[in-house]
């Protein structure tokens, strides 16, 4: 079996070397806009070969993995959708999926075969530097098949997903991108909230303040230092789901804070004890 990755960054290279492992994977082929990603993905030895462009890395190809930026998905999977054939299979590992779908589905000739993939795995730490075989191990990964997925293409990709230590979880792509705004576009956001309050209170009164952040305020502000340009897009193509849930969590934390505006420590105890079940 013949695979390209295109995108040589953390998820894509990572995705790249647990799968050149394979017994089944005869060649991995990596594409990149970033020259310089893709040389040191070929150099680490993530990737058998490296090729110019998308397009030719994607000829011949069995599977095509495009791990880009959500921006990007769209033209990427038209430069690979005019050259891949009849049955093969085309997926991404993209955090968003309602619009990234389809936009695949017309990208590629009759016989091909698109089905979304989303591992939930990664790292605030970006780039090849930190690909690793691992990354995948005991991680969700998300599949969106649809009523258009041919069977024997979703095993065949089912099958190579199930080999890198990930659990499959099939679904709908718009229920994808509600339930992902939730456990993973909502932390972000609230990371990223909570680590700016921290700095403009460490600058205007207490400097002092970061110094005392403990593991509790490290663990929950780590993602903060994620890519901007990342979450840009993301927030962009899945702005109903997220402001949706940021409604539902505006709401939570208005009530939380009249809980404790009026001192109703049962209702606080309520609060904190259902958040541990």
């Not at 939380?256 to 009026?262: F, N, P, Q």
């Amino acid at each position: 079996m013949r695979l390209t990755v295109v995108g040589t960054g953390l998820v894509g290279g990572s995705l790249a070397a647990v799968l050149r492992g394979l017994d089944e994977v005869d060649e991995v082929v990596g594409a990149d806009a970033d020259d310089r990603s893709l040389a040191r993905a070929l150099e680490r030895g993530l990737i058998d070969r490296a090729a110019p462009s998308a397009g030719e890395a994607a000829e011949g190809a069995d599977i095509v993995v495009l791990a880009v930026p959500v921006s990007a998905i769209a033209a990427v999977a038209k430069e690979v959708g005019a050259v891949m054939t009849p049955g093969s299979v085309l997926t991404d590992v993209a955090s968003v999926k309602a619009r990234i779908v389809p936009l695949m589905e017309e990208a590629v000739q009759p016989g091909v075969t698109v089905i979304g993939g989303h591992p939930m795995a990664g790292s605030h730490e970006a780039g090849v530097e930190h690909a690793t075989p691992d990354l995948f191990v005991g991680a969700t990964y998300l599949l969106t098949p649809t009523v258009s997925t041919a069977a024997e293409a979703y095993r065949r990709l089912h099958g190579l997903v199930s080999r890198i230590g990930a659990r499959i979880l099939a679904v709908d792509p718009d229920r994808h991108d509600l339930l992902v705004a939730v456990v993973s576009h909502l932390p972000q956001l609230a990371a990223t909230t909570l680590m700016n309050l921290a700095a403009r209170r460490a600058h205007n009164e207490h400097a002092e303040l970061l110094l005392l952040a403990a593991g509790g305020f490290r663990d929950a502000t780590r993602v903060a230092a994620s890519n901007p340009d990342l979450w840009l897009d993301v927030c962009a193509e899945n702005r109903g789901a997220i402001v949706e849930v940021l409604d539902d969590y505006r709401e939570r934390i208005g009530a939380l804070r009249s809980l404790i505006a009026v001192s109703d420590e049962q209702g606080l105890r309520e609060e904190l004890a259902a958040a541990r079940a």
